[in-house]
């Protein structure tokens, strides 16, 4: 696999996060095959601590499971290891940031200003605040030894689009990622059917429908400021001043936190079956943060992900002929391809403020 993280402007340092690993697991003779891309938000804690803890949760899971010949047989007990690898990841995020207030909520709440920052400067409690109350989406993949089983497990919107040529040098496109976000009907009826009664546990605003008025997406790990009581949430303005939403104030948000969590930490995992190719036909597996998708022009925001997953396909392809980086293809593919202008104009903009959110890109050949 090839990787690439992008952020052009040079005062916004990147909060995504990405990770690729190959693990030797029992006799196979094969590795295991891991990867990872995390879009973090409100900071990089999260996506930053992901990224040292979860392919470790999820490799002592493979090598407890008792896995079966043929492959097929592991699917179900893979999949299940997934989804508990993140859930288990993210409540460790809670568990640490618990264990700053050992007396728990009655004892942060009597705790003055001073005394609330003194506990922060504590330690790492500091850190472990940050890890909770920052928030990244997940995105991984898992390929097994034998090659013909791939798995993907996704919270939030990071895309993973799958292509293979068919026999007429056509491209077989497959989105294999969830769409988490309130814009996607099914998760916002998810939210409601969860809340009942409550008008405003996700709502449409100018930036799109949003969970409790304020956030895009409604699975992610950490962002417990969405999961927790109001009483935590009352800590965590406290602790962090400010609280600035681009489309909701503060106060309008927090009266709207009646019955959480609001954000899920449950993954949706897909397994997909991968035949032999035939002749020189490629296959590709492309993983990537919102960013890649969102360098489409304003006019075309509608348009369904494939409709540029079929141009990112062929600059693989064809940087796979050319023994160029597949990733750095993909993205230049993304930045306007051919059109040199566009590409420059991307890269050069003189702007203190970021032009284009965070794009990171794994591509594995398959």
């Known amino acids: ?48 601590r992901i990224v040292e803890v979860l392919p470790g949760l999820v490799r002592e899971s493979l090598e407890k499971l008792p896995l079966s010949n043929p492959p097929g047989d592991n699917v179900p007990a893979v999949s299940d ?27 942060a709440t009597n705790m003055t200003d001073d005394e609330l920052k003194a506990r922060m400067d504590e330690g790492d409690n500091r850190a472990r605040f940050d890890r909770a109350m920052s928030g990244t989406t997940v995105l991984v993949s898992l390929l097994d030894p034998s090659g013909s089983n791939l798995w993907i497990a996704s919270l939030g919107d990071c895309h993973a689009v799958l292509g293979t040529q068919t026999e007429s040098s056509e491209w077989q496109l497959q989105v294999l990622s969830g769409d988490h976000n309130g814009n996607n009907l099914e998760e916002a009826t998810r939210i409601r059917l969860e809340h009942p009664g409550e008008r405003e546990c996700v709502m449409d605003t100018k930036w799109g429908t949003r969970v409790l008025g304020a956030i895009a997406v409604t699975r992610a790990v950490g962002d417990y400021h969405f999961k927790l009581p109001l009483a935590w949430i009352e800590i965590w303005h406290r602790v962090k001043g400010n609280i600035n939403f681009s489309i909701t104030t503060a106060d309008a948000w927090k009266a709207r936190i009646l019955t959480p969590p609001y954000v899920s ?77 566009k590409v420059s104009a991307m890269l050069t903009l003189e702007n203190k403020n970021r032009w284009t959110d965070d794009i990171t890109i794994i591509v594995r050949p398959l």
Request: proline fraction near 5%; glycine fraction near 10%.
């Open 1 to 48: 696999a090839e990787a690439v993280t992008f952020q052009p402007c040079s005062n916004a340092p990147s909060q995504d996060r990405y990770v690729v690993q190959e693990w030797a697991i029992g006799d196979t003779g094969a590795p295991w095959k891991f990867a990872g891309v995390f879009d973090g938000h409100i900071g990089e804690a999260t996506a930053e």
């Open 81 to 107: 290891l997934l989804v508990k690898a993140i859930r288990d990841f993210d409540e460790s995020l809670l568990q640490d940031f618990l264990g700053i207030f050992p007396g728990g909520i009655e004892e």
């Open 265 to 341: 930490n449950t993954a949706d995992v897909l397994h997909i079956q991968l035949d032999p190719l035939s002749g020189n036909h490629k296959r590709f597996l492309i993983m990537s943060s919102d960013g890649l998708y969102d360098l489409r022009p304003e006019e075309e925001k509608e348009r369904p992900v494939t409709t540029y997953a079929l141009e990112w396909l062929k600059a693989a392809a064809k940087a796979q002929d050319s023994k160029a980086n597949l990733a750095m293809e993909v993205l230049r593919q993304g930045l306007g391809g051919e059109h040199e202008g």
